[in-house]
T-cell receptor, first 113, second 113 residues
């Protein structure tokens, strides 16, 4: 079985400051890793994903995440946040060859002006 | 525009009543999913379907039922057996031949009167 842990339920950060949202996963086999973002009362949107290859993946709006196999982590980072980044962020994992995706409990990012 | 639509946006259920949430997609995706979202608990899988006329229980299927008579449609019925149905329900789909990105609908919020 696979699982995802997002230890921080809320992360407040000042505008233009850096942020890291933590994600650790547990799986005995190779996995795909994802970060999704959810704005209030909306569905989730894919932010970025790791399937294979380079362990550092980037999104079009400045977020990046690094797959660390030894630490079983996939932390999300942004060097300078904007007010519009205020949202809930979900880390997710799926086993290669399986349809099911397991989501973490989410981290609410609150950007303070 | 291609995408996933869910209706209604808000739904009210009376005691002992069955209600059906609609999910339609025109993305030509094979796999479709239903999730339940509660504050602080992330997304939990209710049911998923990989092809027409076939579906599997997820982690919290009790009190719910689904059908998959058409590729485009995956309705979810919340039965009277579901004693705590108040939640945000999200439908998602995945492109054929892969288990990568999940595409989400805008969600339906179910409230009990």
């Amino acid at each position: 079985a696979q699982s995802v842990t997002q230890l921080d339920s809320q992360v407040p950060v000042f505008e233009e400051a850096p942020v890291e949202l933590r994600c650790n996963y547990s799986s005995s086999v190779s996995v795909y890793l994802f970060w999704y973002v959810q704005y209030p009362n909306q569905g989730l949107q894919l932010l970025l994903k790791y399937l294979s290859g380079s362990t550092l993946v980037e999104s079009i709006n400045g977020f990046e995440a690094e797959f660390n196999k030894s630490q079983t982590s996939f932390h999300l980072r942004k060097p300078s946040v904007h007010i519009s980044d205020t949202a809930e962020y979900f880390c997710a994992v799926s086993r290669r060859g399986y349809q099911k995706v397991t989501f973490g409990t989410g981290t609410k990012l609150q950007v303070i002006p | 525009d291609g995408g996933i639509t869910q209706s209604p946006k808000y739904l009210f259920r009376k005691e002992g009543q069955n209600v059906t949430l609609s999910c339609e997609q025109n993305l030509n995706h094979d796999a479709m999913y239903w999730y339940r979202q509660d504050p602080g608990q992330g997304l939990r899988l209710i049911y998923y379907s990989q092809i027409v006329n076939d579906f599997q229980k997820g982690d919290i299927a009790e009190g719910y039922s689904v059908s998959r008579e058409k590729k485009e449609s995956f309705p979810l019925t919340v039965t009277s057996a579901q004693k705590n149905p108040t939640a945000f329900y999200l439908c998602a789909s995945t492109p054929p031949g892969t288990q990568e990105t999940q595409y989400f609908g805008p969600g339906t919020r179910l409230l009990v009167l």
